[in-house]
């Protein structure tokens, strides 16, 4: 795993927009984080800090901290914590530690991958465990966190599929459950699955698009190459996106960067690119486009 601190740059150009930065799962985790700050040094960066992170990685957030504390950090609790009786006192610590205040804190609970039903029971024990977390109203924010996409789409016979976004459903049942002392903010995992591992098979080209309560996934026929660099994308992009944007869920090529990329191949105004990342990155920027406006209700 590489990282590329100019491309991120280069990417958030709104400067004063608050960004997470996470490298739990970067070799030697606590330099990759100064290095990747140092390139961030003028942006609303916040260092993500969570168990099992090691001395050196809170000595690191500390020293960021310390550097700019009115950007102040966030505290990511993975579901394997999240009811863990020692949890409350380790995030003591770490406040502590840091000695930053509660008010310049990100609190993030990581739900990860929702089942396709999320049970009642779990769904009660979500909403106890919000409503029992220390220092509640304290913390700059409160983040709910999960996704739902699948790690693979093997087992997919037909050439589009209906996934349900279990992660929006179950944050929006969470709100309007009114039982809350505090609604979190909303986070999810666009349109992979949460797990830091790959895919187990080498997969087929696809689209991956948002919609209200599903994503819809066009697929093309070809398996890819295993060990390819580019992974064939190319041949299968250019009919794949004529089938996005014949289809009645297509938004418009000016609904995001994504989208118009989308629309620019299927008329031949640009050639399709053989970069599988780059064809992630087409359904994660139509994605954060859909859910921004949701949040907003707009879409």
């Given at each position: 795993?590489?990282?590329n ?6 990417s ?5 927009a ?10 030697d ?9 140092a ?5 609303f960066?916040?260092p993500?800090?969570?168990?099992d ?6 000595t ?6 310390k550097?700019?504390?009115s950007d102040?950090?966030c505290?990511?609790?993975?579901k ?37 039903k999320?049970p009642?029971e ?6 106890g465990?919000?409503?029992?977390f ?32 279990h ?11 009114k ?5 979190p ?10 797990s ?16 209200a ?6 697929r ?14 190319a ?26 990329y ?5 008329n031949?105004e ?9 064809w992630k ?9 859909y859910?921004?406006?949701?949040l907003?209700g707009?879409a």
């Open positions: 795993m590489k990282i601190g100019e491309r991120i740059k280069q958030w150009t709104i400067v004063g608050p960004i997470f930065i996470d490298c739990q799962f970067m070799p985790s606590a330099n990759a984080l100064r290095l990747l700050f390139h961030l040094r003028n942006h960066a916040i993500v800090f969570g168990p992170r090691g001395k050196a990685y809170c690191t957030v500390a020293d960021m901290v550097a700019k504390p102040g950090t505290y990511r609790i993975p394997a914590h999240l009811f863990n009786l020692d949890m409350d006192s380790s995030l003591e610590t770490f406040v502590a530690e840091t000695r930053v205040a509660r008010a310049s804190v990100d609190i993030i609970l990581d739900l990860e991958d929702l089942p396709s999320y009642d779990s769904f009660v024990a979500t909403i465990r919000i409503n029992s220390p220092h509640l109203g304290e913390w700059r924010s409160l983040i709910v966190l999960a996704g739902s996409f699948p790690l693979t789409l093997t087992g997919m016979t037909t050439q589009t599929r209906m996934i349900r976004r992660d929006w459903l179950t944050w929006q049942r969470l709100i309007s459950s039982k809350l002392q505090r609604n903010v909303y986070g999810d995992y666009g349109i992979q699955h949460p830091a591992q790959p895919a187990p098979v080498m997969g087929k080209a696809n689209v991956r698009y948002t919609l309560e599903d994503w819809k996934v066009f093309g026929s070809d398996t890819m190459k295993r060990g390819s660099e580019t992974r064939d994308y041949p299968q992009m250019k009919p794949l996106c004529k089938l996005v944007c014949a289809d009645s869920a297509f938004c418009s090529s000016d609904f995001s960067p994504g989208d118009q989308i629309y620019e191949v299927a031949d640009v050639a399709p690119s053989n970069d599988a990342s780059r990155s087409v359904g994660f920027s139509h994605h954060l486009t859910a921004a406006k949701q907003r707009v």
